[in-house]
């Protein structure tokens, strides 16, 4: 299982997605500006139904109902758009974040491989020196 999971992040081309993780985040930022500075339309102005005197004056009524129901549904339409691309927003930093800290960490295993390396090769020398020596 765990060589499937390796074999994976193998594959996934870091640097094309270190690249664009700032685009991302930048976008994102961009959707909450543009969403953001919008304002949400107003329920007060939504005029009364009056008391029907005629059926034309109660379908004006139910179409004045209606329209009411439309606006306030279009206002936590707009409000849920609005908490949705904060969220966007706040997963795009913590993406552009995480892939930095990916980053760093591939760069320390390489050093620690390097590292490691080195060391075995210092211990086969010495191994061989030992064994030439005796």
């Known amino acids: 299982m765990a060589i499937g999971w390796m074999m994976l992040l193998q594959n996934v081309p870091w640097a094309d997605v270190i690249k664009n993780a700032p685009k991302v985040a930048d976008g994102a930022k961009k959707l909450w500006n543009t969403i953001g500075s919008k304002t949400t339309p ?3 102005d939504t005029p009364d ?3 029907a005197v005629s059926t034309e004056a109660e379908a004006i009524a139910r179409l004045q109902k209606q329209l009411a129901k439309a606006e306030a549904a279009t206002a ?3 409000a ?3 908490a949705s691309s904060e969220l966007i927003t706040a997963l795009a930093e913590q993406n552009s974040l995480l892939i930095r800290r990916i980053e760093l960490n591939r760069l320390r295993v390489q050093w620690l491989t390097g590292a490691v390396l080195v060391v075995a090769g210092v ?3 010495s191994f061989a020196l030992v064994l030439t020596l005796t």
């Open 42 to 44: 107003d329920e007060a």
């Open 76 to 78: 936590e339409l707009h």
């Open 80 to 82: 849920q758009m609005l």
């Open 123 to 125: 211990a086969v020398a």
């Open 49 to 51: 139904p009056q008391p």
